[in-house]
């Protein structure tokens, strides 16, 4: 991997000059180095895998869902739509099977990586990588009931690896902070990473991106293989996979419900995305709609009263409260805001009582 560094510039002069002297070289100037374990992270859910699919593979929520789908259907991975990273015994069988084939057993550290639930983590159903799963189908070992496209095979690798990396020891790397120098301009500092990938579990994720081209052990000039100066907004944009884990973080989306609910914004023309950089971008539409609803209706669709409506749902689903209940309290709330054209009958109401969920 090669290091690469985004610098931020307000003034369209300022970045092209800055661009202008940096492509004639700069000073590379090692400032602390330390040893840092990289600890492998859990197989994928849902979200995690929506995210670097789309940082990745550059492939939409939509299409990314699409792909897993019919991965699943032909029995090459677990099922897709999950919050669960648990690895049964099965899986942990999977693994060693495929390290002990690449003897890498030395290598295998098993986890479960948390309790049972209705699913697991997304993960190989097979101890086949990439390649050996093109080989088998090419051969006709594994009868498929589609052609599967590159577009395929690529999600595959990724959820490989991710998985085959999640049952592996942790490896250690000198991280090196560095301050990069250019005349007359300003100091910009990154870490940059250097050590051993082939045969740890970097060779099959990377949690960290690793330049072992680069001399950082003393100050030295360098001239960047290329340097581009692009416009971007001012305000943050996420991309597809971003957005998922901001869904996720705030407690506002489910599994079935991640990608959906970007396609319909993009259905109804609400946001586009960017060519280049896949960014989601809100329209005049989009923007006109959030206004208004905002506006008038800020307390039905906040974030905070979204994740409460999943979790009263949740609650429904472990049997705590009965489903009429949070119905009637959406109804009643609902004709509050003039938004149902009747009232409700006191008949619906369960024993002419009010049922709030609270």
Same mark, same amino acid.
């Given at each position: 991997?090669?290091?690469?560094?985004?610098?931020?510039?307000?003034?369209?002069?300022? =970045?092209?000059?800055?661009?202008?002297?940096?492509?004639?070289?700069?000073?590379?100037?090692p400032?602390?180095?330390?040893?840092?374990e990289?600890?492998p992270?859990?197989p994928?859910?849902t979200d995690?895998l929506?995210?670097?699919? $789309?940082?990745y593979?550059?492939?939409? *929520?939509?299409?990314?869902?699409r792909? *897993?789908?019919?991965?699943f259907?032909?029995?090459?991975?677990?099922?897709?739509?999950?919050?669960?990273?648990?690895?049964?015994n099965?899986?942990?069988?999977?693994?060693?099977? !495929?390290?002990?084939?690449?003897?890498?057993?030395?290598?295998l550290?098993?986890?479960?990586?948390?309790?049972?639930?209705?699913?697991?983590a @997304?993960?190989?159903?097979?101890p086949?990588?990439?390649?050996?799963?093109?080989?088998?189908?090419?051969?006709g070992?594994?009868?498929?009931?589609?052609?599967?496209?590159e577009?395929?095979?690529?999600?595959?690798?990724?959820i490989?690896?991710?998985?085959?990396? $999640?049952?592996?020891?942790?490896?250690?790397?000198? *991280?090196?902070?560095?301050?990069?120098r250019?005349t007359?301009t300003?100091?910009?500092?990154?870490?940059?990473?250097?050590?051993?990938?082939?045969?740890?579990l970097?060779?099959?994720?990377?949690i960290?991106?690793?330049?072992?081209?680069?001399?950082?052990?003393?100050? /030295?000039?360098?001239?960047?293989?290329?340097?581009?100066?692009?416009?971007? $907004?001012?305000?943050?944009?996420? /991309? =597809?996979?971003?957005?998922?884990?901001?869904m996720?973080?705030?407690?506002?989306?489910?599994?079935?419900?991640?990608?959906?609910t970007?396609?319909?914004?993009?259905?109804?023309?609400?946001?586009?995305?960017?060519?280049?950089?896949k960014?989601?971008?809100? /329209?005049?539409l989009?923007?006109?709609v959030?206004?208004y609803?905002?506006? !008038?209706?800020?307390?039905?669709?906040?974030?905070?009263? /979204?994740?409460q409506?999943?979790?009263?749902?949740?609650?429904?689903?472990?049997?705590?409260?009965?489903?009429?209940?949070? @119905?009637?309290?959406?109804?009643e709330?609902?004709?509050?805001?003039?938004?149902?054209?009747?009232?409700?009958p006191?008949?619906?109401l369960?024993?002419?009582?009010?049922?709030?969920?609270?």
């Open positions: 991997d090669i290091t690469s560094i985004t610098i931020p510039f307000e003034d369209k002069n300022e =970045a092209k000059n800055f661009a202008e002297k940096v492509a004639k070289g700069a000073i590379l100037i400032i602390a180095r330390n040893i840092e990289i600890k992270l859990p994928y859910t995690t929506l995210y670097d699919a $789309s940082r593979l550059n492939l939409s *929520a939509e299409e990314t869902m792909l *897993a789908q019919d991965l259907e032909m029995g090459l991975i677990t099922y897709h739509r999950t919050d669960s990273t648990y690895v049964s099965i899986g942990i069988e999977i693994a060693t099977e !495929y390290l002990n084939k690449r003897k890498l057993v030395s290598q550290a098993p986890r479960h990586w948390g309790e049972p639930g209705a699913h697991e @997304i993960r190989p159903t097979k086949l990588d990439v390649e050996e799963l093109r080989r088998a189908v090419a051969i070992e594994i009868p498929l009931t589609k052609r599967l496209t577009k395929h095979y690529k999600l595959y690798k990724l490989f690896g991710r998985f085959i990396a $999640s049952q592996m020891k942790p490896t250690r790397l000198v *991280a090196v902070r560095v301050s990069l250019v007359g300003k100091e910009v500092e990154t870490t940059v990473y250097v050590g051993k990938t082939k045969d740890t970097l060779d099959f994720y990377p960290v991106k690793v330049d072992n081209k680069l001399d950082i052990s003393t100050p /030295t000039r360098i001239k960047p293989l290329q340097v581009t100066v692009y416009r971007a $907004s001012l305000t943050r944009l996420y /991309t =597809a996979g971003e957005i998922v884990a901001k996720k973080s705030e407690g506002i989306g489910r599994p079935s419900t991640y990608a959906r970007i396609g319909v914004l993009r259905r109804h023309g609400y946001i586009i995305e960017s060519k280049r950089r960014y989601l971008v809100p /329209t005049k989009g923007i006109n959030y206004t609803l905002t506006t !008038y209706y800020n307390e039905l669709v906040s974030v905070q009263r /979204t994740r409506l999943y979790e009263k749902m949740e609650r429904i689903e472990k049997g705590e409260v009965e489903p009429e209940h949070l @119905i009637l309290e959406l109804l709330e609902l004709t509050s805001y003039q938004l149902l054209p009747i009232e409700i006191s008949s619906l369960l024993n002419d009582e009010k049922h709030v969920v609270v």
